[in-house]
């Protein structure tokens, strides 16, 4: 059984909130959720809400966009403040002029809905990170 569904944790994210699931045999957070932890496959877990905050480790410019987004767009890899990683998008409004300076960049989570998604029932939705100075 699953302590934290995906449809929670959309939900949550909607309203900008962030949900993990931390495994009480190891103490590591999981994000999104998943119904084993990461580190050690316990499923002794319990929901938990991340700040947002955290830091870009990496990122990639998209200029071939799936279905339901527009290129070119930012997707970052960001190191939470709480441990994990997650991947999410960076809310540029000129992703064409990213670079390295972007790594080490403090950020903080909000989202974006997205239509017309395959595979998911209705909207979808995706982090969104916006630098923090």
């Known amino acids: ?70 290129a070119p767009y930012v997707v970052v890899l960001t190191q939470l403040r709480e441990g994990p990683w997650l991947t999410g998008l960076l809310n540029s409004s000129a992703p064409e002029s990213a670079t390295m300076e972007l790594i080490g960049k403090k950020v903080k989570l909000g989202h974006q809905v997205v239509q017309h998604m395959k595979h998911t029932a209705g909207e979808g939705v995706v982090p969104l990170f916006a630098l923090v100075d």
């Open 1 to 70: 059984m699953y302590k934290l569904t995906h449809l929670q944790y959309f939900a949550a994210l909607k309203e900008n909130i962030l949900k993990g699931l931390k495994c009480l045999d190891c103490g590591t957070i999981t994000v999104p959720p998943k119904a084993v932890c990461d580190e050690c496959g316990s499923t002794n877990q319990e929901i938990t809400q991340l700040s947002g905050d955290g830091t870009i480790k990496t990122f990639t410019v998209i200029r071939v966009a799936p279905e339901g987004f527009k």
